[in-house]
Each structure stands twice: as C-alpha cells, then as structure tokens.
Nanobody, 126 residues
Framework: QVHMVESGGGSVQAGGSMRLSCVVS????????MGWVRQPPGRQREGVAT???????NYADSVKGRFTISRDNVKNTLYLEMSALKPEDTAMYHC????????????????????WGQGTQVTVSS
C-alpha cells in the first residue's frame, strides 16, 4: 500500500504557471513508472506525464512543451511544473503509479494505473 498526497493546485489566469507536488509514503526511487493524470470537469481521466526510474519522460501531446515532470528521490516527491496554462487545463490532477508490465507513457498510465492520490484542483480562467 502506498499513500500519495498532492498539493500546489489552485486558481490561476490563463498564461500563468503552477507547480504541483506529490509526496509519496514509500521510496519512489525503486518505482519504474510514476506520473500524473487529470480529470477535467465532465470528462474522462486522461494521462498527462510519466517519468521512469532512469528519468526518461513522456508527455501527452496537449501538454508537450508546457509541462515538466520531475522526481526527487530523497524527498520521495513527484513534481509537475506547468506553464502557459490554458482554460482546457482545468482539472483535478492526481499523481499515480502503474505496474511495470506496460510501456511507461501517459496513455498507459491513464488506463492501467494501480494507485493514485486524492488529487489537487487546478482551475485556469481566461
């Protein structure tokens, strides 16, 4: 069992930036795939970004060039830096883990995640 607690969400104007954090109860340095998913209001969950044990990353096309995922193995914390935010980025953001049986990318994370946190709300206004 792993516990994940997200923070850093809030309201921001379009074009602004925000940094999300996810504190994980266990050692994340041994996990092969972690990342972020989001659920916009009235829409299905979608993958945002993943990071592998060797720091290889993958991003959804909708956030490439604007979002950056990173990991601090000492603090057992996952981060998501977001810039040039758009109203369509409005969603509940969850950090998540997935088994190592599939490629570590945002698409697989959304469909095969096995654990996730309670989420932090990000609201982007125009």
């Amino acid at each position: 069992q792993v516990h994940m607690v997200e923070s850093g969400g809030g309201s921001v104007q379009a074009g602004g930036s925000m940094r999300l954090s996810c504190v994980v109860s266990g050692d994340i340095q041994y996990r092969n795939c972690m990342g972020w998913v989001r659920q916009p209001p009235g829409r299905q969950r979608e993958g945002v970004a993943t990071i592998e044990r060797d720091d290889n990353t993958n991003y959804a096309d909708s956030v490439k060039g604007r979002f950056t995922i990173s990991r601090d193995n000492v603090k057992n914390t996952l981060y998501l830096e977001m810039s040039a935010l758009k109203p369509e980025d409005t969603a509940m953001y969850h950090c998540a883990t997935m088994p190592g049986r599939a490629p570590c990318d945002s698409v697989h994370l959304a469909s095969q995640l096995d654990d996730w946190g309670q989420g932090t709300q990000v609201t982007v206004s125009s």
